[in-house]
């Protein structure tokens, strides 16, 4: 089997790519970045350098493959975000119609259910409706939760300020929370198995928490057995990310996705869709994590 991974070798395309070529597979990996050739040709892969922005270097690479990884690289130049988001789903949408590509695993998110007021996830909706436009190709939408790597930016508040929050505050442990580690796994065994058929999609969490719950593993995994999520309103949370150098469009969409977070709209569909199994990577276990981060700082 052909495989075109996009994504270059990044936290989920690393482990994908190695996992399709242990299986025997012909591998090829998208990278923008000519210095990571010789990686990805050291695991066995090809690498194919261009952009995504680029439908006639997409149509080229993906010729002859049996399925496609597409994941929407992050751009946080774009001067509308959703829009540009949106384009790249639609650039992939062309490139697999021209090939007649059957199987397609795509890296959505948690939220995409939804065409507006969640933040960047609204341009990953226009990106799932893209994909869906074609016919007779088997599509499989991977959504995972918000992803704990993302309380890393809480570094500097925790330091600075003796706190950790954002702009919403779930309760009841009802905020999911995925590890790349555990969309990987997902990733691959549907890769492998290709036994998808029509349009459908897959929430991937790998640990349901409260906000207070993050606070306090991480507070006892740094010593600040004390620290407190704080609900910060919209308007802090836009001036905190803009005095962090965050441009404009970016700082808008990140308040929007917070607030679709702390209303429920960012979860209704996960919950009415709720996955049979979490992954293995837990709170604490990334309380250990971040950590190590945070003594690294």
């Known amino acids: 089997m052909k495989y075109v991974i996009t994504g270059s070798l990044g936290n989920i395309g690393l482990p994908v790519t190695k996992a399709l070529l242990k299986a ?5 990996v998208i990278t923008s970045k000519q210095q990571n050739v010789e990686a990805i040709e050291a695991l ?4 194919a350098v261009g952009s995504v922005e680029d439908v006639d270097f997409l149509t080229k690479t993906f010729a002859g493959a049996n399925a496609v990884y597409t994941m929407v690289p992050p751009n946080f130049g774009a001067a509308e975000w959703k829009k540009w988001i949106g384009s790249i789903g639609k650039n992939y949408a062309d490139a697999i119609k021209a090939n007649g590509i059957k199987y397609v695993v795509n890296l959505s998110s948690v939220g995409a259910h939804r065409e507006n007021g969640v933040g960047p996830v609204s341009g990953l909706h226009l990106a799932e409706e ?4 074609l ?5 499989k939408h991977l959504r995972p939760a918000y992803f704990y790597q993302n309380l890393f930016s809480n570094i500097g508040l925790i330091k600075n300020a003796g706190i950790i929050g954002s702009n919403f505050n779930v309760t009841g442990n009802k905020f999911g929370l995925v590890d790349p580690s555990d969309i990987a796994a997902v990733a691959i065994e549907t890769l492998l198995q290709l036994n998808f058929t029509g349009h459908s999609i897959r929430y991937i969490v790998s640990d349901e928490v ?18 407190a999520w704080v609900s910060f309103t919209n308007e802090q949370a836009y001036d905190g990310m803009k005095q962090a150098g965050l441009p404009e469009e970016i700082t808008k969409n990140y308040v929007e996705m917070g607030e679709a977070v702390n209303s429920g709209i960012m979860y209704e569909d996960y919950w009415k869709n709720h996955p049979s199994t979490l992954g293995k990577t837990k709170l604490a276990d990334f309380a250990k994590i971040f950590a190590a981060a945070y003594n690294a700082n």
């Open 210 to 227: 409260s906000t207070n719950a993050i606070a306090n593993e991480i507070g006892k995994a740094i010593g600040k057995p004390d620290l």
């Open 44 to 47: 066995g892969a090809k690498a």
């Open 130 to 133: 893209a994909l869906n436009s």
């Open 24 to 28: 025997g597979h012909d591998v090829t």
């Open 135 to 139: 016919t007779d190709v088997n599509i």
